[in-house]
């Protein structure tokens, strides 16, 4: 059975203070690894796809990386904006089925 | 552009009703999938649909059903709903046969079962 595990479950940073949230999975045949990010009560903003081992991308202050077994969401020097839980997903095959992790929840205070 | 949206926003039902969540993809997008969200709980693949037909089905009770229309837009079905079932039913779109790459989400209708 695909599994996607996240950690840590909450992170407090400061403003500035730079960190990553892990996700590692149990898949057969990973086709696809997303990252998304979710505010309260809303859905899920797309950020990232990674397709393949040693594949990063960036955007803004977040950073995306993957390996064999796991991917990374590196947060450089943080905002307040940047609160939210963000969330792993993998897809294998051909369907558009995602297996989610649990997510991180990540406040940034001042 | 419009993203993916879902009608309604929040609807509140009783034990042993029947509910329809509508959803309707971004422009150009063929497959819709639905999930249910349970708080503090990742997202849970419920259905995916590409051009009308059936393409996925997760581990949920045949008290779900959906269909998607020639408009590409969908309907998701929960009869006699349990308390269990309240939860965010989140929508995504995707380009066609596109499995790995990403999934576009709605807003979500918040669903609370009394």
């Known amino acids: 059975e695909d599994q996607v595990t996240q950690s840590p479950e909450a992170l407090r940073l400061q403003e500035g203070e730079s960190s990553s949230l892990n996700c590692s999975y149990t898949?057969?045949?990973?086709?696809?690894l997303f990252w998304y990010r979710q505010d309260p009560g809303k859905g899920p903003e797309f950020l990232f796809t990674?397709?393949?081992a040693g594949e990063e991308k960036e955007k803004e202050r977040l950073k995306a990386t993957l390996t064999k077994k796991e991917s990374f969401l590196h947060i450089t020097a943080p905002k307040p904006e940047d609160s939210a839980t963000y969330l792993c997903a993998a897809t294998t095959g051909t369907a558009s089925k995602l297996t989610f992790g649990t997510g991180t929840r990540l406040q940034v205070t001042l | 552009d419009a993203g993916v949206t879902q009608s309604p926003t929040h609807l509140i039902k009783t034990r042993g009703q029947q509910v329809t969540l509508r959803c309707s993809p971004i422009s150009g997008h063929k497959s819709v999938s639905w999930y249910q969200q349970v708080l503090g709980q990742g997202p849970q693949f419920i259905f995916q649909?590409?051009?009308?037909?059936?393409?996925g089905r997760g581990n949920f009770p045949d008290r779900f059903s959906a269909r998607q229309f020639p408009n590409y837009s969908s309907e998701l079905n929960v009869n006699a709903l349990l308390l269990g079932d309240s939860a965010l039913y989140l929508c995504a779109s995707s380009f066609p046969g596109a499995g790995s790459v990403g999934q576009y989400f709605g807003p979500g209708t918040r669903l609370t079962v009394t």
């Open positions: 649909y590409y051009e009308k037909e059936e393409r």
């Open positions: 990674l397709y393949s």
């Open positions: 898949v057969s045949g990973l086709r696809g």
